[in-house]
């Protein structure tokens, strides 16, 4: 189950890290595949910024994490990906649905199991404590 857990971390960190460049490089076409319309170079640049720093941090947390066995960075895409899940679990409630409103709420309620799960499985350090 730990190799399950820590190959999915490893595969969607890698994903959302890309996804990510994908925003830095190309927000226009990149914010179009998740419903953002940037309209003028005030939004071209939150997209390009936050979407990107959300992404890579996310995804690079997620691969780390996995590669250096440390739960303890799992925790960060948990924190990202719920925070976004209840985001959009508000909004339904405050905005209403939109046809496929589940399915990213579906691969953020994903991320934060198994970055929880893989996080309660792999080690995690004492703060200010060394290891040789």
């Known amino acids: 189950m730990r190799f399950v857990l820590t190959a999915l971390a490893m595969i969607g960190g890698i994903v959302f890290t890309l996804i990510g460049i994908g925003f830095f490089l190309t927000p226009e076409s990149s914010g179009a595949s998740l419903g953002l319309l940037p309209s ?17 941090v996310g995804g690079l947390s997620l691969a780390f994490g996995a590669w250096q066995r440390n739960g303890e960075l799992l925790l960060v895409p948990a ?40 996080s309660q499985m792999l ?5 200010g404590h060394e290891t040789i």
Do not use: C, K, N
């Open 40 to 56: 003028g170079t005030q939004s071209l640049a939150v997209m390009r910024a936050d979407m990107t720093a959300f992404f890579v």
């Open 123 to 127: 080690p995690h350090r004492a703060v």
């Open 79 to 118: 924190a990202l990906f719920g925070i976004a899940f209840t985001g959009r679990l508000v909004s339904v409630f405050a905005d209403g649905v939109y046809p496929g409103f589940w399915q990213p709420m579906l691969v953020e309620a994903s991320v934060v199991v198994v970055s929880v799960l893989a």
